[in-house]
Nanobody, 124 residues
Framework: VQLQASGGGLVQPGGSLRLSCAASGFRLDYYVIGWFRQAPGKEREGISSIGSSDGSAYYVDSVKGRFTISRDNAKSTVYLQMNSLKPEDTAVYYC??????????????????WGQGTQVTVSS
């Protein structure tokens, strides 16, 4: 079981990127998927998740209105469309599968099967 995040890059402030989270060897259909990021010198933080059955989306305040999470179960891929990017969005972005269910939608210990992240750099 492995996830792979891709689609990162260097973008100017105000620009957009679309990240992809693809599964290797299994289908993502049945799983809640979360997106996380880790900036240099900071702890990894959850930013968004998407439900397995109804595709319900959850966002933290810092990305609400700018980022959109979606999934294509036929392609076993989850996307994170990031618009109006800011320098503070600079981080390595990761996706993961939710394995446990605490009260916190994006509790780090609830997620697993972390793959390699993808670097997003927002700079002029």
């Amino acid at each position: 079981v492995q996830l792979q995040a891709s689609g990162g890059g260097l973008v100017q402030p105000g620009g957009s990127l679309r990240l992809s989270c693809a599964a290797s060897g299994f289908r993502l259909d049945y799983y809640v998927i979360g997106w996380f990021r880790q900036a240099p010198g900071k702890e990894r933080e959850g930013i968004s998740s998407i439900g397995s059955s109804d595709g319900s989306a959850y966002y933290v305040d810092s990305v609400k209105g700018r980022f959109t999470i979606s999934r294509d179960n036929a392609k076993s891929t989850v996307y994170l469309q990031m618009n109006s990017l800011k320098p503070e969005d600079t981080a390595v972005y990761y996706c993961a599968i939710r394995r446990y269910y605490s009260d916190d939608e994006l509790a780090l210990p609830d997620f697993g099967f972390w793959g390699q992240g993808t670097q997003v750099t927002v700079s002029s």
